[in-house]
């Protein structure tokens, strides 16, 4: 007796746009101890949620990847991966902040992957890329290559943010605001708990508001303008946190 | 973490109990609420909306929900925060979330169910039209499913308007009409049959009628790429002539593989809609149209007993999947509808879809025999040659057999072929 | 006194179904000088085995009393409303007595079986009083507005009744000028429980009703009327269904 279940060609659904989560994660030597671990720890309960905001939307799929970089730069994962697949490696903190070679790393991979890169052939939507430091690089030239990486439309119209663990200097600051373009997506944490929270906070706000079509108002927003307004709500009830500089 | 709030009902000091979270979307946050005996869910917005959105969420809940399809709000509350929102039903457990079945996870138990998801559907939107009322904000998130009988549960009817008034939401750019888009037109009884016939094609096909080997053009698809697309120059991915935005091999299979087994007929309605229809709105097919497109292919589905492969041509004598022999249907000839004979097929007339004839049903013992079970209030009488007439009443199941001529009721004769 | 007073009761599926009498009671009555509203819900389940005729008592205690107050003020009425809910209660209790008297019943306990709801409304050119005890909403239309006045009416999910020790003191009260005054309505919550919000409720009993005050206001009586039957059998708990309304601009000073 046949299974009565029709196989009028069920395939695994919408064919979906991919939508991109990269970590840039210092794993420098001041990172070191319980920086870097409420980094590790937060990352890994980030990836459980990951899951749940894709069962809400029919329009993206959502990737992960992280590059940390410290004398030298390692993606955990060859290429974005989905959540439920990316095998996270605890980082330890070693050795000095060599953001340029980051910056140069995350270049050559914000390319179609067909030209050499992780990103999708088609079907692609900004990403949201997440940097993670305590301090100042120790590479002088990274300026150059954030030039470089602005003229990548990838980078350009990602929704970055960038989270400054610990006490940062101004000058280190200065950095920040250079990689994220805007004060208020700077984001100041003091405790492993407030770190593991803005994560999530950003990624999952992000990723909803991301992962869907746009929607339209009277009052025109852009998704990267709707999801900055959304997370900076969210984050003014964490503790241990200061937004903007 | 229950709070409590007073609500004024009917002169007196409800309580509202709201319960825990059930689910998150752009505009509010759905929680579970127990108020007047009753569970509910209950949506607060994150923004507080205007006075003109509130306003007219205040008279959809003065009006009677035009079909049970539809969560329709019963109450708006101000909370002590400050907080603005509105009492609905509650979702039945058993029904599935589209977006779930979009992505694959759940699937409708076979395509026939399916089909009878979307007469339910059209059918409820056709009854909201006719109060002079559109659904606006049409998009996957509403809409659900049992995955068993093919019923519809439609929720987020809160920008449900009566059609070219100005509200803030105007939609969703995938579902929205290009003249809304582009602000020509406030969203109506138009636009509403445009994003009725992508949520349907959504469906079917599981693909996006305007994603094809365009989107290939763009590195990334954001507001930019969405408004060409799906605005300033839409091209449907099957479109006659113009062949630049085909679905893509590899990426899109599953809408290729669907697009070639749909009947002709429900291609050249989504051919009319996509191509026809893009500016010329009075060119889109409403919902009566849409109604006789799926009760046509309704009626002409049929399964084969071996692999369950399911295909809408009665006389082909052998699937066109696995080449098994398919024994001849039978056909219910009934007024201008031929319905082929499949079990738990409804049998629905002048797309009355709220009052099926009856439904068919195979018989316990020889399941290849099938019979029809009488839903309707008249009695029926089946007549064949040189056997006595006779009546089936409501409940009871008349057998089928070749060239038995039925009198349903009064004015409606049918016949076995 | 201007205006037109009509009032209706249905008895519910649910009594109709187990052959038990109607437990409401509603009436209505107007003369030069006021009109007088009465909806009752008397309890109807075993231990309140005589509520049809307590609710009927109910009526005619309130009728008598707020009758005997229609040249008051509110100044006057505003201080006398306590002794007005008590001597409802004590009336109400005596019209009992005479028929457990009449009918040899159980003195223990004696009012409990006639324990019933209570509507009361007394509409002068002045004022409007209203009175309540247990379920029932009243619903007021003034100067284009609708409000359904406040009240208290449960402990617990259990409605107050007059059969209650103490009832006076469970009765609310509502004491207003009549200027703008253009229509009063009140129901019992059989009624009430057939729409599934108050938004409904207004938009097809309370609106039609209170917007429709012209000389053709007699059909729309009789519409009501049957609506009423009609809904009563199918719909909401099988609870009986009443209603008593006041319509300031009606076709005249008619008399029930």
Redesign the interface.
């Known amino acids: 007796m046949?299974?009565?279940?029709?196989?009028?060609?069920?395939?695994?659904?919408?064919?979906k746009?991919i939508l991109n989560i990269i970590f840039l994660v210092d794993d420098s030597g001041s990172m070191s101890g319980p920086n870097i671990n409420a980094v590790n720890a937060a990352i890994t309960e980030l990836l459980q949620i990951i899951p749940e905001i894709?069962?809400?939307?029919?329009?993206a799929e959502i990737r992960v990847a992280a590059l940390s970089f410290s004398d030298k730069v390692h993606w955990i994962q060859k290429e974005p991966v989905s959540a439920r697949h990316f095998k996270w490696e605890d980082l330890f903190g070693d050795g000095s902040t060599n953001l340029t070679e980051a910056y140069r790393e995350l270049g050559k991979q914000l390319i179609?992957k067909s030209h050499g890169g992780m990103?999708p052939?088609?079907?692609?939507?900004?990403p949201i890329l997440l940097l993670m430091s305590d301090g100042m690089p120790t590479s002088l030239d990274w300026a150059i290559e954030l030039g470089i990486l602005y003229q990548k439309?990838?980078f350009s119209?990602a929704l970055r943010y960038a989270l400054a663990i610990g006490a940062c200097s101004d000058e280190a600051m200065q950095v920040l605001l250079a990689f994220t373009g805007s004060a208020d997506r700077i984001i100041k944490v003091f405790t492993a708990e407030a770190l593991k929270n803005v994560i999530q906070v950003i990624a999952v706000t992000a990723s909803?508001?991301k992962s869907?079509?746009?929607?339209?108002?009277?009052?025109r927003q852009?998704?990267n303008e709707i999801a900055e307004t959304?997370i900076k709500a969210e984050i003014e009830k964490i503790e241990g946190v200061e937004s903007g500089w | 973490m229950v709070n409590e709030e007073s609500i004024?009902?009917?002169?007196?000091?409800q309580k509202l109990y709201i319960d825990r979270e059930i689910g998150?979307g752009?505009q509010g946050t759905v929680f579970l609420a127990h108020f007047n005996?009753h569970q509910f869910a209950l949506k607060l917005y994150?923004k507080t909306p205007s006075l003109t959105f509130v306003s007219n969420l205040?008279n959809t809940?003065?009006?009677?929900s035009p079909s049970d399809v539809f969560i329709?709000p019963?109450?708006?509350v101000n909370l002590s925060d400050g907080n603005v929102g509105y009492l609905m039903p509650l979702i039945p457990a058993n029904y599935t979330p589209i977006?779930?079945?979009?992505?694959?996870?759940r699937?409708?138990?076979?395509?026939?169910t399916m089909l009878m998801w979307c007469i339910n559907v059209i059918h409820a939107m056709k009854k909201l039209h006719q109060k002079g009322l559109c659904f606006r904000d049409l998009?996957?998130?509403g809409f659900f499913a049992d995955i068993f009988t093919g019923d519809a549960r439609i929720c987020d009817c809160d920008n449900i308007a009566p059609h070219n008034v100005k509200l803030?939401?105007?939609?969703?750019?995938?579902?929205?009409a290009p003249e809304?888009?582009l602000k020509k037109k406030m969203p109506n009884l138009y636009s509403d049959y445009y994003s009725l016939a992508i949520l349907l094609f959504?469906v079917l096909t599981?693909?996006?009628p305007m994603?094809g080997a365009r989107?290939?053009n763009?590195?990334?698809?954001?507001?930019r790429g969405?408004y060409v697309l799906f605005a300033v120059e839409p091209v449907f991915v099957y479109h006659k002539t113009n062949t630049i935005n085909r679905p893509?091999p590899g990426?899109?299979?599953?809408?290729i593989?669907?697009w070639r087994?749909l009947p002709k007929h429900v291609q050249e309605a989504f051919h009319q809609v996509f191509v026809d229809g893009i500016y010329d709105d009075k060119k889109r097919l409403s919902d009566q149209d849409w109604l006789s497109v799926f009760i046509q292919f309704y009626n002409d589905l049929l399964?084969?007993?071996?692999?369950?492969?399911?295909f809408t041509r009665a006389n082909i004598p052998h699937c066109p999947?696995c080449g098994a022999c398919i024994p001849k249907r039978l056909i219910l000839s009934i007024k201008s509808s031929r319905v082929v004979l499949e079990k738990g097929k409804m049998v629905i007339v002048d797309c009355d879809v709220d009052r099926p004839l009856g439904f068919v049903i195979a018989n316990k013992i020889d399941p290849s025999i099938l019979g029809m079970r009488n839903t309707s209030n008249e009695i029926w009488k089946s007549q064949v040659e040189n056997v006595k007439a006779k009546d089936y009443s409501h409940g009871q199941v008349l057998p089928f057999q070749k060239y038995m001529k039925i009198q349903f009721g009064n004015q409606e004769y049918g016949k076995i072929e | 006194m201007r205006g037109t007073v009509f009032n209706h009761t249905a008895t519910g599926y649910k009594h109709l179904s187990i052959h038990q009498d109607c437990q409401d009671y509603s009436s209505s009555f107007i003369d030069d000088e006021c009109a007088i509203l009465i909806v009752a819900d008397g309890h109807g389940d075993p231990i309140h085995a005589r509520s049809a005729l307590g609710a009927k008592f109910a009526s005619q205690a309130a009728y008598e009393l707020l009758l005997r107050e229609k040249d008051q003020d509110q100044e006057y009425l505003s201080k006398k409303i306590n002794f007005l809910k008590l001597k409802i209660v004590e009336r109400w209790k005596s019209l009992v007595d005479d028929d457990v008297a009449c009918n040899s019943l159980n003195q223990e306990e004696k009012y409990t079986p006639y324990g019933t709801t209570l509507l009361a409304c007394l509409i002068t050119e002045k004022l409007v009083l209203s009175v309540q005890i247990g379920d029932g909403?009243?619903?007021v239309q003034t100067d284009g507005k609708t409000?359904?006045?406040?009240?208290?009416?449960s402990i617990d999910?259990r409605t107050h009744s007059l059969c209650e020790h103490s009832a006076e003191e469970y009765f609310t009260h509502q004491l207003f000028d009549s200027e703008m005054l253009q229509g009063v309505c009140m129901a019992s919550d059989g009624l009430?429980a057939l729409f599934?919000?108050?938004?409904?409720?207004?938009?097809?009993i309370l609106n039609p009703l209170f917007q429709a005050a012209s000389p053709d206001l007699l059909p729309k009586y009789q519409d009501l009327h049957s609506f009423i039957d009609a809904v009563a059998n199918l719909k909401g708990n099988g609870d009986d269904v009443s209603i008593a309304v006041f319509l300031r601009n009606g076709i005249g000073q008619s008399s029930n």
């Open positions: 046949a299974d009565k279940s029709s196989n009028f060609g069920y395939g695994n659904g919408i064919a746009q894709e069962k809400g939307t029919i329009d179609k990103m052939d088609f079907g692609g939507v900004a439309i990838w119209s909803k508001v869907k079509s746009a929607s339209i108002s009277s009052v852009t998704n959304e | 004024q009902y009917f002169g007196k000091n998150n752009a005996q994150k205040i809940t003065a009006t009677v329709w019963k109450q708006v977006i779930a079945i979009l992505n694959g996870k699937h409708f138990s076979n395509f026939q998009n996957e998130g803030e939401i105007l939609g969703k750019m995938k579902y929205m809304v888009i959504q599981n693909g996006h994603m989107i290939a763009y590195e990334i698809i954001d507001e969405e893509i990426y899109h299979d599953v809408v593989e669907r087994l399964q084969c007993d071996e692999c369950g492969f399911e999947k | 909403v009243i619903a409000t359904f006045l406040e009240h208290e009416d999910g009430t599934d919000s108050e938004q409904i409720f207004k938009s097809s």
